[in-house]
């Protein structure tokens, strides 16, 4: 399973842009890039997911690189709600998966 | 619409001794997937059901075991209980194995091995 890697912690300040970065450098050509949020006591929450063209949804857009060894989780403005941990996921498209979460980001929102 | 539905929420239970946990996928879905997940841990995964059979399965003894009904409901089973069990178990539905949909999670059963 292709492995991803996230810092351990970052910090933001309400109502300001939030980037959360991955770095996936082993990733194939069928991997998906996935992106969760965990909240304090509760299962993850899907947020958004992508190929190779940047996406956009109501709670997110995914950035990602032209050589898709990166990408970029950005929450256009923060607020105290998004306080949580981040997981970069990447799941094949073909076949039963076994998807491997790393320690995620845990992302600090400051009043 | 309902999502993902795991019973109990709260479980305590003796070293030695065996327990169930149950899920229900969230209407539609027929692709569930258990996870364990320490504290302050990423949630690892256990293994993966789809029509009724084993799928893929995680780095997990024996002692791990699973079902998944015509429902598409399933339960986890653990035997012969560990203190190193103790942990939140997630259940994750989605939509056709092979297929790359969003998991939908359930809130998981908090096991705690006294």
């Known amino acids: 399973d292709a492995k991803t890697t996230q810092p351990n912690s970052m910090e933001s300040n309400e109502e300001e842009p939030v980037h959360l970065p991955c770095n996936h450098s082993?990733?194939?050509?069928?991997?998906?890039i996935h992106w969760y949020r965990q909240l304090p006591s509760q299962g993850p929450e899907y947020v958004i997911h992508g190929l190779t063209s940047n996406v956009n949804n109501r709670m997110a857009s995914l950035a990602i690189a032209e050589d898709r060894k990166s990408s970029t989780l950005i929450l256009h403005r923060a607020t105290l709600r998004d306080a949580a941990v981040y997981y970069c996921?990447?799941?094949?498209?073909?076949?039963?998966?076994?998807?491997?979460f790393g320690i995620g980001t845990k992302l600090q929102v400051i009043p | 619409d309902a999502g993902v539905t795991q019973s109990p929420t709260h479980l305590i239970k003796t070293r030695g001794q065996q327990v169930t946990l149950r899920c229900s996928p969230k209407s539609g879905h027929d692709t569930v997937s258990w996870y364990q997940q320490a504290l302050g841990q990423g949630p690892q995964f256990i293994f993966q059901?789809?029509?009724?059979?084993?799928?893929q399965r995680g780095n997990f003894p024996d002692r791990f075991s699973g079902h998944q009904f015509p429902n598409y409901s399933s339960e986890l089973n653990v035997n012969a209980l560990l203190l190193g069990d103790s942990a939140l178990y997630l259940c994750a539905s989605s939509l056709t194995a092979g297929q790359n949909y969003g998991y939908t999670f359930g809130s998981g059963t908090r096991l705690t091995v006294v």
């Open positions: 059901y789809y029509e009724e059979e084993e799928r």
């Open positions: 082993t990733i194939s050509g069928t991997d998906y």
């Open positions: 996921i990447l799941r094949d498209s073909g076949g039963y998966q076994k998807v491997t």
